[in-house]
């Protein structure tokens, strides 16, 4: 009887052993199927591009031009001038007959500025063309004499020394009339130039004379400035007078908020104020905007060209056969765009660059070893 229940005892415990087993084999065989039948899941966090064209979640940094720049920067306010300023006045003598500009009135090359009493130039005129015709007549006659002179001369009739008389009176005849032919020329400019005529366009900024008024040769009647090239005229301490011309410079306006124009130094001068103890500066503006007027309060922004770059995230940089990108987002298709940057310097997190970015510009910011060309990408707002 005894031997009964143990025989039996080990059976069950065969039984079970089978059965669990079997379970396990069975449970292993699911868990196979079910993994060829579905994908491995993915951190929607950071979703692939998929071939129907889903969209890549990343983050995105605002590129801003004036944040977190390398080199130093130094502002001097001065005001808005033009490169010339030329004092007018007219070539010939007389009295002024009409004015025809106003003080701030802008002028075009060939205008009429003010016009001069032309009778005293015009009666010099008829005294010219009268002396032209008298050496010409005079000429005419010598010249007839030297001829008749000269035959004469073939037959002894008259001595040689009568012969070269002649012909010295017909070489003086002919001086006579050149030199009335150029005093006739002159004449005529003297009458062209009873009227004062705008050489460029530009401002008149002032008035030295009236109507009425007898002006002398090379006297100012007004002040002309030529607006189609502007500067800005400035003060520099002297701690930057030695290295003025290795820095970047950049102009902005008072009046025109946001407005930046590339400014290069065109003039220093080389002794101080003697009461500021400041050197004068004038940058030529190498941009141009029709909005500007002579004047006008500008500042002159200098900073350091060897250092000055943008910071940007450190997740920002990728690589491409070895050369570091970001990748740019375009605002509207949402694309991106690889562009080439120089590091200049590494930080904590962070990183100086060099590139041909714009104030407001998006670049990627995380996940920028999954893009190429060919993706698109969504910005992935925070939520406060």
């Known amino acids: 009887m005894k031997f009964s229940k143990r025989k039996i005892l080990l059976v069950a415990i065969l039984v079970v052993v089978t059965s669990i087993g079997a379970a396990f084999a069975y449970h292993n065989l699911q868990s196979e199927t079910n993994r060829d039948a579905s994908p491995p899941t993915i951190d929607s966090t950071f979703p692939r591009l998929n071939p129907n064209g889903s969209e890549l979640v990343v983050r995105a940094f605002v590129i801003q031009t004036d944040f977190g720049s390398a080199g130093a920067k130094h502002a001097f306010t001065g005001t808005l001038q033009p490169r010339y300023q030329t004092s007018v006045a007219f070539r010939v003598a007389g ?76 070489d003086v005849a002919k001086a006579r009339v050149d030199a009335a032919k150029r005093r006739l020329e002159l004449a005529t400019n003297q009458q062209s130039y009873c009227e004062l005529i705008a050489d460029s366009d530009g401002l008149i900024t002032s008035l030295q004379a009236e109507a009425g008024q007898v002006v002398n040769v090379g006297q100012a009647v007004l002040l002309l400035m030529q607006t189609d090239e502007l500067e800005a005229k400035v003060s520099l301490p002297e701690n930057l007078v030695t290295d003025v011309k290795k820095l970047r410079a950049t102009a902005t306006f008072w009046s025109k908020a946001g407005l930046e124009l590339r400014a290069e130094l065109r003039e220093l001068s080389p002794m101080a104020d003697p009461i500021s103890r400041t050197f004068d500066a004038r940058f030529k503006l190498v941009d141009s905007d029709p909005d500007l007027a002579i004047g006008m309060t500008v500042s002159i922004l200098l900073s350091n060209t060897a250092d000055e770059g943008l910071c940007i995230p450190i997740t920002s940089i990728a690589s491409r056969n070895d050369l570091p990108i970001v990748w740019r987002i375009e605002p509207l298709s949402g694309r991106v765009e690889a562009v080439s940057v120089e590091v200049l310097q590494y930080r904590n997190g962070t990183v100086v660059v060099r590139g041909p970015f714009q104030s407001g510009d998006r670049i990627v910011s995380a996940g920028v070893q999954r893009l190429d060309e060919n993706s698109r990408v969504r910005v992935w707002e925070a939520k406060p």
């Open 95 to 170: 009295k002024i007959a009409e004015r025809k500009v106003e003080v701030g009135q802008r002028v075009k090359k060939g205008d009429v500025l003010f016009r001069l009493d032309p009778e005293d130039i015009e009666l010099q005129l008829r005294v010219a063309e009268a002396e032209e015709v008298s050496a010409q007549s005079l000429l005419k006659q010598s010249t007839a004499e030297e001829v008749r002179l000269r035959q004469l001369r073939t037959t002894g009739s008259v001595s040689q020394s009568d012969y070269e008389l002649g012909l010295a009176n017909r």
